[in-house]
């Protein structure tokens, strides 16, 4: 390459940095933002957050949540915030990165890359609706049949979480489901790339159905009903998955036909 060439491409790649810094920004900003909104309404988030513990025991009278050091409550709505920002600043982050890669696209790969990033924040909010309406409230009622009442010969044990270990893990589970949900998308580009295929991942279904269950034994609380609650859907998400894949096979193999035939 002449000293001329590498000139002239030191001005497109000065232009793209300048490009990503400016995307960058504006997604941090708007992080910031839904943060201190997030923080401002941080105790009534979490009161939100309780509810799958309630609905296990039977209403909010019947709960309680400890602190055990004096910082613990405020750095517990500091994560809450930060998790509520990442959650709502989302659309706006997709969106950055949607403008950033689009001009580099052709036409048909716009209009092909669009619906991914749709489908992620939807599958997204389906796992973690998941999380707060079936499993949270079946693994604390598992949890909570572990309490027994005091007697002669018991001892009184009763079920007190503490207000940070409770929203981990809430957190943790709408995250591990949330990302499980994105196993259509990722597989489906794979499949449009080329590098997957419907028949390739059908003959694998046994270790699918492997991994699935390891997934659930590593990602959730150690109950059984915790473990097949993401083990199931995981499964059932990676059918999904093969059948989006042998869509995109047929339509392009509609397309060879077609293209084919017009020669």
Do not use: W
Not at 111 to 118: C, G, N, T
Not at 166 to 173: A, D, E, K, V
Not at 201 to 227: E, N
């Amino acid at each position: 390459m002449s000293q001329d060439d590498i000139e002239a491409s030191k001005a497109p790649l000065l232009d793209h940095l300048i490009e990503l810094r400016s995307r960058l920004i504006k997604s941090l900003v708007a992080i910031f933002i839904a943060f201190l909104i997030c923080f401002y309404f941080a105790e009534n988030i979490f009161n939100l957050l309780v509810v799958p513990y309630a609905r296990a025991a039977g209403g909010m009278q019947n709960i309680h949540l400890i602190y055990t050091a004096p910082q613990e409550y405020f750095f517990t709505q500091m994560k809450l915030a930060l998790f509520g920002a990442l959650f709502c600043a989302f659309p706006i982050i997709a969106m950055q990165i949607y403008k950033f890669v689009a001009p580099g696209l052709y036409k048909n790969e716009r209009q092909a890359f669009l619906p991914f990033l749709i489908a992620t924040p939807v599958l997204f909010i389906l796992g973690a609706s998941l999380v707060y309406f079936i499993v949270m409230p079946l693994a604390f009622t598992f949890f909570m049949s572990m309490q027994q009442t005091g007697s002669v010969n018991q001892a009184s044990i009763q079920l007190v979480p503490k207000v940070n270990e409770y929203l981990s893990l809430i957190m943790t589970l709408i995250f591990a489901f949330g990302l499980v949900f994105q196993l259509p998308v990722v597989i489906t580009l794979l499949g449009r790339a080329g590098l997957v295929s419907a028949a390739s991942l059908a003959s694998k279904r046994k270790y699918a159905i492997v991994v699935s269950f390891i997934a659930g034994a590593v990602l959730t609380p150690p109950d059984p009903i915790s473990q097949c609650s993401l083990a199931i859907p995981c499964y059932l998400l990676y059918e999904i998955s093969i059948l989006a894949v042998r869509y995109i096979e047929r339509g392009r193999e509609r397309a060879r036909a077609e293209a084919d035939a017009a020669v």
